[in-house]
């Protein structure tokens, strides 16, 4: 057996870990403003609102990152996730994140739904709740006393939590 202080400080060869991400693509314009143009046409969300953004894409996931002169230096690092999550890609549509929604949804105007204390209680117990409103079915930015809780789905009668279970369980021990 050899004494450890005779391997002491020598490298054990190890395969390499391949790594898993890489720099998301960057969305060119009129691409991007076609992407982002969900927002304007679901929830009223100006298109201004996203200048100084860059839009990127990877995989199924759309993320914002605020413009700098620097990202093409950064885009040749390896990372594991870069940016804000705006929209996911589902087979047939768009999705809004609920971080998306806290962070532009106050400027919105349409299909903004204010739950009280209790709706709120119960949606994020539940998960749903029966529910009417003059929304369009679809996806809606949930509220509770101004403040956007994040995304929800409406469809006649029914409303649907689409906050993240971690995220549902914070707001569940924050107070209403």
């Known amino acids: 057996m050899t004494p450890a202080w005779h391997t002491a400080g020598v490298s054990i060869p190890i395969t390499s870990i391949p790594w898993d991400s890489s720099w998301p693509a960057f969305v060119p314009e009129p ?67 609920s971080i998306a929604l806290q962070r532009f949804g106050g400027r919105a105007t349409r299909h ?14 539940e998960y749903e709740l029966p529910f009417h ?10 509220l509770h006393a101004g403040q956007v809780l994040g995304c929800g789905l409406y469809t006649p009668g029914r409303l649907q939590s689409q906050i993240p279970r971690r995220q549902s369980v914070r707001l569940r021990f924050e107070e209403l």
């Open 31 to 97: 691409e991007r403003s076609s992407v982002l143009r969900y927002f304007v046409l679901r929830f009223g969300i100006a298109l201004a609102v996203f200048d100084g953004y860059c839009l990127l894409e990877r995989r199924k996931v759309y993320v914002l990152v605020s413009d700098s002169p620097h990202l093409p230096l950064l885009a040749t690092l390896q990372v594991h996730s870069v940016g804000l999550p705006v929209l996911r890609k589902l087979p047939h549509h768009l999705k809004p994140t």
């Open 112 to 125: 903004r739904v204010e739950l009280r204390s209790g709706q709120v209680e119960q949606l994020l117990q």
């Open 133 to 142: 409103t003059d929304c369009q079915p679809g996806y809606v930015i949930l």
